[in-house]
Structures are given as C-alpha cells and as structure tokens.
C-alpha cells in the first residue's frame, strides 16, 4: 500500500457545487496532517492544517478519520478560483516522512 | 516579507555540467528541504536539514548535495547534470518537522 494515496481525478464540478476528496494514509503514527493547493506549475501553498480531529476554514472542512486512517476536505460553494491541484501530506516522526500525495485534481466550471 | 527565496528561477544545462540551486529563508524556520516534481508526479524529498548544522538524505539523494551554510540559507548543488534530472526543483522551510511547510518559487532546470 502506498504511503499516501488519493483520488487524481480530474474532479470537474459547476460554480456553487460542494466537493469532496478523500486521502488515505498507511502509517498509522502519522500525527499531523496538511492539505496544500498547487495551481499548474506554481509552489504548493498551505490550505489547511489538521491535528486533531478536524479543522474548518470557511469554506473549507477537513475531517480526519483515524480509525480508517483517511483524511478528507471538503469544499462549499466551489469558486472558479478554487481550480488547482489538492495535495495531501499526512506527517509522523521526522521530516523525511513528511510523504506527498500526487494530488486531486479540481476545475470548477462556470 | 519576502518568505522563501530561490534562485535562479529557470536554468538549462549541459549533461555533465554542474550548479547550485541557492535558497534563503527570512522566517527563522529551522528545518529547510529540498524536492523535486516530475511532471504529473507529486513532490519527492531529496535532501533536508532539521536544524542548522546537520543534514540527511531523503527519498531521491542520489545525483545532489546540499549545504546549510547558516540558519537562513540551504543550497543544492548538482555535480554533473543528468538529463534524468530535469524537473523542477522547491526550497521549503518549516519552524519544525511537523509544521507546515512555506515554499519558494521554484526552479525550472532543464538539462540536455
């Protein structure tokens, strides 16, 4: 089982849709985990952090799902801005492990 | 505030000639990383520094070098260029291991 894994898509959704992505994780030490937006080419930008059990950004939720070992995000009211590339990063021990998912990709059409 | 600074932007190399990446952080971070991102393929660490004065091989060293040369600045050095090395190549900080990381811009490499 890969260290990371999610869904690549592409996820194609209208303006105002709501969606989720999913990401599992294998380790189950992993302590810390990080949601990031990379538009094409660019430096991946920190969307959200998640110690505990979840965290909520406008609009924008993460739940983490210990038992199962997955972390989703989710996302209201898709902007056309909202299109980019979702990276997981679930974090354990040490800064080597520190592991990125390939990412989801998202376009939100008009 | 200028975050994370990488230079140079874009770069194109003959197989076998050699350069280094420079990175510079302003935030105080301690831990400074290098990765790599192949097209369509998610980041890949190749090396990392906890802290000032060490660092460690991460999943893809082989081919760089590094150096923390202070608290604010990691470089990557390529000895001989590779065309398997073409990528582009992210300087990121982060205060600890488990907290987020601040990313540069980027460095476009292409090697021929």
């Keep these: 089982r890969k260290e990371v894994e999610q869904d690549p ?64 995000l989710l996302i209201r009211d898709s902007k056309l801005s909202d299109s980019a590339t979702y990276l997981c990063v679930p974090g354990f021990g040490s800064a080597r492990q520190l592991t990125f998912g390939s990412g989801t990709q998202l376009t939100v059409l008009p | 505030n200028a975050g994370v600074t990488q230079t140079p932007k874009f770069q194109v190399l003959k197989t076998g000639q050699s350069m280094t990446l420079q990175c510079a952080q302003d935030m105080n971070h301690n831990s400074m990383y290098w990765y790599r991102q192949d097209p369509g393929m998610g980041l890949r660490l190749i090396y990392y520094s906890a802290s000032e004065g060490t660092t460690d091989k991460g999943e893809v060293p082989n081919g760089y070098n590094v150096s923390r040369l202070n608290k604010r600045e990691f470089s990557l050095r390529l000895e001989s260029a590779a065309p398997s090395q073409t990528s582009v190549y992210f300087c990121a900080s982060s205060e600890r291991w488990d907290s987020p990381l601040h990313f540069g811009n980027g460095t476009r490499l292409t090697v021929t």
């Design chain 1, 9 to 72: 898509g592409p996820f194609n959704v209208p303006e105002g849709a709501t969606v989720a992505f999913n990401c599992t994780y294998s380790n189950s030490a992993s302590q810390s985990f990080f949601w990031y937006r990379q538009d094409c080419r660019k430096e991946p930008k920190l969307l959200m952090s998640v110690y505990s059990s979840g965290n909520e950004d406008g609009r924008f939720t993460a739940q983490l799902n210990r038992a199962s070992q997955y972390i989703s």
